[in-house]
């Protein structure tokens, strides 16, 4: 996605009820990060099931929450969403970055890009792959998901090469 | 002192602020002794209890919360320790119940034995405290009501003890009462 859309979809998040971002950086999503560092309302964890308790702990209090993170530290987080976000029925957000979309991404993300939309499918969670032109629809759809208290995931493609 | 007995002491001297408790034993025995609404038992996700409850801490600055963790369950999430000492919430009371071993799954060693979490919280930013007995215990509770968080209490305990009996509540109940609570 390019900056301008990272940007404003942060803004659209923000205003759409979402207090919190917690997360674990990732290159493809790195303006979407500046944007909210920038509105001071990002939290940086050591690891993305860490994200995923601080964020819970925040749900809780009722605040709405996202957590960010890339399609490796999703893997990572598996067993903390199916113990701790689906057992709990913790309405959050996952904004994750797909490394390994792209056939010729760094060796590291070829296996595990190759099997995240198996790997959703079989956590169980609904996602949207985010595009220039969809994004916002996705947003709200987001945004409805968590007001009826359920989990869900917004993919973010890695298109460009570095 | 054994576990349950730590617990049953510091769940009577908290009263009815927020606690959120690790998995297994520690969420157990805290069932049994003070089953409140104010609980937040984590009965998966090991290691996450003080990311949970540093989420509870930021958002709930006029209530002092507790973490009732493990030595096996921080080893897991040292980076929390870090995160924690970063932010420094001044309600967060961090207690570990050192018992040096996995109690749980069968008493196997953990690290805490050669490692000391007293340093490693001191230099991540904690107030923190050594509490080798009942008596500690209790001093210690009664000096960190004047001590701003976050605030680590190291309490060794023994092995031993009945386990407590699980938690008959559903997760989404404990949640929804949790939260409901706060």
Redo the contacts between chains.
Sequence with gaps: MKEISQRKMFDLLLHGGIKNFVGVPDSTMKHFISQGLKKKKILVATREDEAIGIATGMSLSKQNSLVFMQNAGFANSISTITSLVQLYEVPIIFLIGWRGYLKNDAPEHSKIGRIQPKLLKAVGMDSKTLTESNWKQCCKWAINKMNHSTSCALIIKREFYD | MIRKDAIKIVSDMIGDSPI?SANGYISRDLFEANDKDTN?Y????M??????????????LRKRVYVFDGDGNILM?L??L??IGK?KPKNLVHLVFDNQRHESTGGQPSNTKNIDLYEISKSSNYNAFKANSKTDLKKIFKKIKNIHGPIMILIRITSGGKPGKRITHS??T??KR??RN?
């Design positions: 959120i937040f984590m009965i998966g996700s290691g996450l209890s003080s990311s949970i409850g540093l989420g509870v801490a930021l958002k709930n999430n980076g929390s870090t995160t932010l997760p989404v404990i949640k949790f939260s706060l």
